[in-house]
Nanobody, 124 residues
Framework: QVQLVESGGGLVQAGDSLRLSCAAS????????MGWFRRAPGKEREFVAA????????SYADSVKGRFTISRDNAEKTVYLQMNSLKPEDTAVYYC?????????????????WGQGTQVTVSS
């Protein structure tokens, strides 16, 4: 089992950058594929990015490709989401998620562990 705690959200202006962090507890963090999801007001939760257990495979939603970068540090049990060139439409609560997954594409994992979320607000 793994517990997840996100941090790094905040209020920024369009064009700014933010880095979200997700700290995990548990001894087997390196066994988990990790993902970032978001939920904007009045909308369904959507996939943002994911990274394989080893870090050698990543996947991104088209809406963030080229602007966001997911990475992980297994020694620190932390996954990051670097968000550049932020847009008002990126405003959402961002959630970190984990799943035991050894497949090639981490976007296909069945994420069953979730953090509490961190708010990102981008003003125009």
């Amino acid at each position: 089992q793994v517990q997840l705690v996100e941090s790094g959200g905040g209020l920024v202006q369009a064009g700014d950058s933010l880095r979200l962090s997700c700290a995990a507890s548990g001894r087997t963090f390196s066994s988990y594929a990790m993902g970032w999801f978001r939920r904007a007001p009045g909308k369904e939760r959507e996939f943002v990015a994911a990274i394989s257990w080893s870090g050698d495979s990543t996947s991104y939603a088209d809406s963030v490709k080229g602007r966001f970068t997911i990475s992980r540090d297994n020694a620190e049990k932390t996954v990051y989401l670097q968000m550049n060139s932020l847009k008002p439409e990126d405003t959402a609560v961002y959630y970190c998620a984990a799943a035991i997954w050894y497949g090639r594409n981490p976007a296909l994992a069945n994420y069953n562990y979730w953090g509490q979320g961190t708010q990102v607000t981008v003003s125009s």
